[in-house]
């Protein structure tokens, strides 16, 4: 049940993606699928490894039991979708990009007040205490920022 979640909330967010404020290139790309496949591999490991170290740290430091884990994994899978696809959506740095449509940061939000009421809440799922919530948010947003730095020397 918990997938079925984060691949909703996720293609709430890839939806919005296609009214978004990014410019086109002027001349056109060239595929080149190797530099492309090596980025794709990059962006799905870094993601691993920070889903893996919040888990991790929720296990190791927090001590929470395997329903919770459940529960943070769900909330960090969400959290670092986020990320990623603010990392990735435009050419530039995440702060030098044109500003996200209305619709991307509305999903965005709703895929993160959703996410964060049924994880908080209990609701289909262990609850997990909102300040747990809030750390990994925050972690999310270093986490999309660190992605973004090291994208940008690699290109």
């Known amino acids: 049940m918990l997938m079925i979640i984060v691949m909703m909330v996720g293609d ?3 939806m919005s993606l296609t ?5 086109p ?3 056109p790309n060239s595929w080149r699928i190797g530099k492309l496949t090596t980025a794709a591999i990059f962006m799905g490991f870094s993601e691993l490894v920070f889903c ?3 888990i991790a740290f929720g296990h190791f430091r927090l001590g929470l039991a395997i329903a919770t ?3 943070l994994a769900f909330f960090t899978l969400v959290c670092g979708n986020q990320a ?14 044109p500003r996200p449509c209305r619709w ?6 709703a895929d993160l007040v959703i996410a964060a009421t049924l994880a908080g809440c209990g609701w289909l ?18 986490f999309a920022f660190a992605l973004d730095l090291v994208a940008g020397i690699s290109v």
Not at 84 to 97: D, E, K, P
Not at 104 to 109: A, E, P, Q, R, T
């Open 125 to 142: 799922m262990q609850p997990l205490p909102f300040w747990i919530l809030g750390t990994v948010l925050v972690g999310a947003f270093a």
């Open 84 to 97: 990623t696809t603010y990392a990735i959506r435009a050419r530039g740095r995440i702060w030098s990009s």
């Open 104 to 109: 991307l940061v509305f999903s965005s939000v």
């Open 52 to 54: 893996i170290a919040v």
């Open 25 to 27: 290139s002027p001349l």
């Open 69 to 71: 884990l459940q529960t």
């Open 12 to 14: 709430l967010l890839g």
């Open 19 to 23: 009214a978004d404020n990014v410019q």
